[in-house]
Nanobody, 118 residues
Framework: QVQLQESGPGLVKPSQMLSLTCTVSGGSITTSHYVWTWIRQPPGKGLEWVGAISSDGSTYYSPSVKSRTSISRDTSKNQIFLQLTSMTPEDAATYYC??????????WGQGTQVTVSS
């Protein structure tokens, strides 16, 4: 069974960059047709799709954050990365890593909470 574990700083200052890691076990991030997705949920709000990277390394981004977002991977470590620059309080959320197809997910990580505050 695939397991995903998000990690990263719980607190980021405004204007700084957020860097998160999703470590995958029980499956390879290069498995064909699989997509690895970052999703966030601000406090009291619904889920927001941030972006994704497919098994062949293609990336997809939400238009709302595309100019500030980079998703990458390290196949040797089986890890997916999210970088979000110019953080604002509106970016505060629980960030999840999920796997499956682009919008349908088989597995989720437990999420990591990110606060944006000086």
């Amino acid at each position: 069974q695939v397991q995903l574990q998000e990690s990263g700083p719980g607190l980021v200052k405004p204007s700084q960059m957020l860097s998160l890691t999703c470590t995958v076990s029980g499956g390879s991030i290069t498995t064909s047709h699989y997509v690895w997705t970052w999703i966030r949920q601000p406090p009291g709000k619904g889920l927001e799709w941030v972006g994704a990277i497919s098994s062949d390394g293609s990336t997809y981004y939400s238009p709302s954050v595309k100019s500030r977002t980079s998703i990458s991977r390290d196949t040797s470590k089986n890890q997916i990365f999210l970088q979000l620059t110019s953080m604002t309080p509106e970016d505060a959320a629980t960030y999840y890593c999920a796997s499956g197809s682009l919008f349908i997910y088989d597995y989720w990580g437990q999420g990591t909470q990110v606060t944006v505050s000086s």
